[in-house]
């Protein structure tokens, strides 16, 4: 029953990639097509929470780059 939990497991991460993969080329498209230029960057945080039920834990946030594009919106990536 463990190699069952392995293979979904593997399956899922396979999968994971994959979607990252087609989004980060759809993005590329996108940027090309509308001429998107950086206007600002976000570094990732890691800061100190506390769970609803009363827990001490930690979260992160990842980095971002805003991209303005001719479309007049700004993208957060």
Known sequence: MNWLLGI???LGAILFGWLCYEDSKHWDAFNAEHHCKVVGRHSGDVAT????D???GTATTS???GWLCDDGVTYWR
């Open 63 to 65: 980095s971002k780059t």
């Open 54 to 56: 009363g827990k001490v």
């Open 49 to 52: 929470i506390i769970t609803s």
């Open 8 to 10: 979904v497991i593997a």
